[in-house]
């Protein structure tokens, strides 16, 4: 084993090279960020977050249509159209409900022809295109002896059979189709969100303010006052809330915004007036607490100025898993015909209105459906997320 | 010698996390020999737990043994599967733990789970088993032994849980039993109770132990060797008496200095040296102990020193031994060749 | 015992204080029929002997005529619609607790591995997404692309499938989640540890020791998926138009039927308050530091 000259010195202190390396001291959100940076799943709840309030924020300034604009003419209306050409410049589109409309060749809707007639025993409709006579056969999926032919229908215009679409296109007018008043899906999922969205975020907000009020009051107060209190909480933690709030939501019996934002905040704060109890009561126990205390700061203001940094990461938590169960909870009151009504519509009332018609026009129930989903997954995601990157046992790694 | 019973040579264990690897155990050696009451001591993170549990084949994902020997009674128990393993587990070598609180399962009986491991490793029947579990009982001091059977564990104190925990270990009379900290979660006349119970059925059994421990104290007292751990690795090893006379690592002089001199003979937990342990994730090249050492050389920066064996039972990696380096009072140098690997 | 009283007391009053009575609709009665109305449900005692007549009732299981389904009492619609409910529940409950604590387990055991992934993403995918919207799906699928099922009503044993599925969706993934997450917190204990360290199989560490523990929480969850089971047959029993406590209730609601929303709602929460009940029976067998009444520690 060979040896350098120096081997055998003494380190002086300065040249003890202190190998540990101090990791960068980061303030507690920017630490909670690089952790919630590498949580995919959290990101991707984020972006999903961000892009639905988008969404629902500007996404109405795109559209064309108002979110109660009713065109009766193009109810009903598919996410794909099957364009005719029966004569030059002449494009025409049927509607699953067998209504006639004329459309651009791209597939926009233009106006719809009057039905002149209706002939059963052949199976056929009548149309007038400006006095001329447009007949659709719909025998083709009737008649066992046609089946071969494997269409639903076809037009006559001029004497001559259409069979095959010129071409089948994306419904132009409505990205989305229209609903049964001839409303445009997508707007109004884009309006549905914004009330969702607007119900779900106040109701946290309403709760939030109740919870950490009472918790606070509870945590501060002690003794008696403290248990009385947290027994309530108990009572009416023992009790199916959902059964309540539909009830006081048949009493009150006024289905406009606010109610039911109150509702919902009237019943979810528990969860949260616990966390704050908790974090109040760990709080007086510490010693910077009791210092401030001799010093005469009084309490109250001591507990309020040190809780909101201490007991933000969790309420932040609380707050973000509140707005998914206040999604759910008002989509569902809205779907069993508690909620929202008209003329506002949230997605539930959305899903409620569309179930009717479930088997013939499935999209319209589906789209608002799967944008809940959506909202719920997302919000749900980055609250799971938020959670793992506040907690204090893996705040180490 | 022909008596030894654990032969550990240069055993390396390491937790691939996804963080890096960390190396807790960095090439340590020793055995235990029948009789033998091993102490292990060292700071919190030395890899005492690790290395115990290395021995026991418990070591979780993402750690494994990642090289050496755990050589008992001849058998390699590294390569063992983890099945072939149980058939030594609790029977060979039987372990205890910290915290009593929490080691006993909450949900069943004192005597179903003590029966359970009986049954386990023997041939008796429910009958014999309960009995056995009784007399065990009995033997480890839990009074009315036929009625505490019957308990669960929160119906016992803190101290009687270490107790049936013992019994548990010492129920087929292991060769080895490992105590990891036995005593430091109970108060200070129980945990001379529970050691002294240890050492008494450590001799009725004719096993060792091996007790690992932050309580020089507690060392002076029942063990006869220490093992001393720093960063993963093995400082020095010396019988009781040398290393209190006269130890032979800065890492250990330090440990011995941070001993409070109590006169009312109560003893505390090791006030820990200036500085903080390594970090086991990048460990520094050269001897850990190297940049809280007060006599750090330029080579321990640079190379851990090898083990210098200075008496048959005695040994110390530290450069100081080397016959190169500076004398220090107290160190003792020796030649190139009585270097141990 | 309490409980019920209580609730039923807060329901009654609640119902009373609605303004304007319950035969406010949006084209007035005539007084005289509104008066004669109110004589018949006895709206004009004085509130203390409507209560004590409620209560009496609500003892002796008589919770007064529904109000808009004419000729019908209340418990007759409970019982007439109960047993359909229950069946399905019943099945949903089984399928929840047969399906979900097996899979929980499974996952725990192959935790971080493509299977344990898989059931965490189906698992998330189920406590998210709302009852309505898998019936919704489902009906889509099932009974309208593929037409395997019927989309309404309860006729064939294939009819069960779809409110089942969507009845089991949010609870079977919630207890998947849950027995997981409780089984890999066990098996970080350190009494498993000691079992281990003992020589025990790791069938045994897994199935005896670690599993009763793992259950605990999971009974736990038992009481609030009733309740989950019951406001889900709400939306499914009107999505899949089966005729159930839950449709009644739902209609009830709709048609300010306030005499049958009050016997619903008792019924229910006394239901509920039952199975809280039953939990902290199983609670006690599982968990021996729990005695009834009292916990200790
Ligand atoms: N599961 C694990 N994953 C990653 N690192 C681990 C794991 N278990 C232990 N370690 C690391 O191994 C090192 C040694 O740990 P060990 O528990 O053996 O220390 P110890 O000497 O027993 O300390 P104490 O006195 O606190 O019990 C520590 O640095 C620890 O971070
Ligand atoms: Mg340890």
Not at chain 1, 110 to 132: M, V, W
Not at chain 3, 241 to 251: A, D, E, L, R, S
Request: proline residues 5%.
């Amino acid at each position: 084993m060979g040896y350098q000259q120096n081997d055998f010195d003494f380190l002086d202190s300065s040249r003890k090279t202190d190998k540990e390396q101090i990791r960068e001291a980061l303030t507690y959100w920017a630490d909670t960020w690089r952790r919630l940076k590498k949580n995919k799943m959290a990101i991707a709840g984020l972006i999903g977050v961000i892009l639905i309030s988008l969404f629902a924020l500007f996404g109405p300034s795109f559209t064309d249509y108002e979110f109660a604009e009713q065109h009766t003419d193009f109810a009903n209306t598919p996410l794909r159209v099957e364009v005719y050409e029966i004569s030059t410049d002449l494009y025409v589109y049927l509607t699953p409900a067998y209504r006639m409309i004329v459309v651009e060749p791209d597939g926009t809707f233009l106006y719809r022809l009057d039905q002149s007639g209706f002939d059963f025993a052949n199976k056929q409709f009548h149309f007038d295109y400006e006095g001329e006579d447009v007949m659709v056969d719909y025998s083709y999926k009737l008649l066992d002896e046609l089946a071969d032919e494997n269409i639903d229908y076809s037009i006559t215009f001029r004497g001559v059979e259409y069979k095959v679409p010129y071409k089948v296109t994306s419904n132009k007018s409505y990205p989305l189709g229209s609903d049964n008043v001839g409303r445009d899906v997508l707007t109004r999922i884009m309006y549905g969100a914004r009330i969702s969205l607007e119900v779900a975020l106040f109701a946290a907000l309403f709760s939030l303010v109740i919870g950490v009020t009472y918790g606070a009051i509870a945590g501060m107060a002690g003794s008696w006052l403290d248990n009385l209190m947290m027994r309530i909480v108990d009572i009416i933690d023992s009790i199916p809330l959902l059964l309540y709030v539909i009830l006081i939501m048949v009493i009150i019996d006024n289905k406009g915004l606010g109610t039911i934002i109150l509702t919902l905040g009237l019943f979810y704060w528990v969860g949260m007036a616990r966390l704050v109890r908790g974090q109040v009561l760990s709080l007086k126990e510490q010693e910077y607490v009791l210092a401030a205390r001799m010093l005469g700061v009084s309490q109250p203001v001591i507990i309020w100025r040190h809780l909101i940094p201490n007991a933000m990461g969790p309420i932040l938590v609380a707050l973000t898993m509140m707005i998914p169960t206040a999604v759910f909870t008002e989509s569902f009151l809205s779907f069993i015909g508690l909620g929202i009504s008209a003329p506002l519509a949230s997605l539930g009332t959305l899903c409620n209105d569309a179930l009717d018609a479930i088997q013939t026009y499935p999209f319209q129930l589906l789209a608002p459906a799967l944008m809940i989903a959506l909202m719920m997954l997302a919000f749900n995601f980055l609250g799971d997320g938020l959670r793992s990157a506040l907690d204090p046992r893996l705040r180490k790694g | 010698m022909s008596n030894t019973i654990l032969d550990v040579k240069n055993l390396r264990t390491t937790f691939y996390t996804h963080m890096g690897e960390v190396q807790a155990v960095r090439g340590i050696s020793f055995e235990v020999n029948q009789g033998d009451v091993l102490g292990i001591v060292g700071e919190s993170g030395s890899g005492k737990s690790v290395t115990a549990m290395s021995i026991m084949g418990l070591v979780d994902e993402p750690g494994r043994v990642s090289g050496g020997s755990i050589l008992f009674m001849g058998q390699e128990l590294t390569k063992l599967s983890d099945a072939e393993m149980n058939e030594y587990r609790g029977k060979e070598i039987s372990m205890i733990f910290q915290d009593p609180m929490t080691s006993l399962n909450p949900v069943y009986t004192i005597g179903n789970q003590l029966i359970e491991v009986i049954r386990r490793h023997t041939d008796l029947d429910k009958d014999q088993a309960h009995a056995r579990a009784i007399e065990l009982l009995q033997m480890v001091g839990i009074p009315e032994p036929e009625i505490r059977i019957k308990n669960y564990p929160h119906q016992f104190s803190g101290g009687m849980r270490q107790r049936a925990m013992i019994a548990m270990a010492i129920s087929c009379s292991p060769k080895i039993l490992i105590a990891d900290e036995p005593t430091t979660a109970l108060d200070v006349t129980i945990q001379a109770q529970i050691l002294d119970l240890m050492v008494r059925l450590k001799n009725q059994l004719h096993s060792s132990i091996i007790l690992i421990t932050h309580d020089l104290g507690v060392v002076s007292e029942v063990c006869n060797k220490v093992n001393v751990m720093y960063g993963g690795m093995l400082m020095e090893k010396a019988s009781v008496f040398e290393l209190f006379d006269s130890p032979q690592h800065p890492y250990t002089l330090g440990l011995l200095k941070s001993i409070p001199r109590d006169v009312t003979g109560e003893r505390k937990r090791l006030v820990p040296i200036e500085g903080t342990p390594p970090d086991l994730l990048k460990p520094p090249s050269g001897c850990p102990f190297s940049p809280r050492c007060p006599y750090a050389m330029g080579i321990c920066v640079r190379e851990a020193a090898p083990l210098y064996t200075l008496s048959d039972t005695h040994s110390a990696s530290c450069w100081l031994h080397h016959k190169g380096a500076p004398v220090v009072e107290g160190f003792v140098q020796v030649e190139e060749e009585s270097v141990h690997e | 015992m309490l409980t019920i009283l209580l609730i039923a007391t807060v329901t009654f009053f609640m119902m009373h204080a609605i303004p304007g009575g319950p035969f406010s609709r949006e084209r007035p009665l005539p007084d005289e029929i509104i008066a004669a109305l109110n004589e018949k449900y006895h709206l004009n005692d004085p509130i203390l002997k409507q209560y004590f007549d409620y209560m009496v009732g609500l003892a002796t299981f008589n919770l007064g005529p529904s109000f808009r389904r004419t000729g019908f009492e209340v418990e007759e619609l409970i019982l007439l619609g109960f047993p359909i409910s229950a069946k399905i529940g019943l099945m949903a409950i089984i399928i929840i607790i047969l399906v979900g604590i097996p899979v929980g387990i499974v996952s725990a055991l192959r935790q971080n591995k493509p299977a344990d992934y898989f059931v965490m993403f189906i698992a998330t995918l189920g406590v998210t997404i709302p009852s309505f919207v898998v019936a919704a799906l489902f009906i889509y699928i099932f009974a309208g692309v593929l037409q395997w099922v019927d989309a309404f009503g309860l006729e064939r044993p294939s009819s069960y499938i779809g409110p089942v599925l969507a009845l089991v969706g949010y609870s079977l993934a919630f207890v998947s989640r849950l027995t997981r997450s409780s089984m890999l917190e066990v098996m970080r204990q350190d009494y498993i540890r000691t079992a281990r360290a003992n020589g025990l199989s790791r069938f045994k560490v897994i199935y005896k020791h670690a599993l009763k523990n793992a259950l605990i929480p999971v009974v736990t969850y038992l009481g609030p998926m009733v309740a989950a089971i019951l406001t889900g047959s709400f939306v499914v029993e009107k999505v899949f138009t089966i005729p159930g406590i839950g449709k009644y209730f739902v209609q009830s609601v709709n048609d300010r039927d306030y005499t049958m929303i009050i016997g619903s709602t008792v019924f229910f929460a006394v239901l509920y308050v039952i199975m809280v009940l039953l939990v902290d029976v199983a609670y006690s067998l599982i968990d021996p530091r729990i005695r009834l009444g009292k916990k200790s520690e």
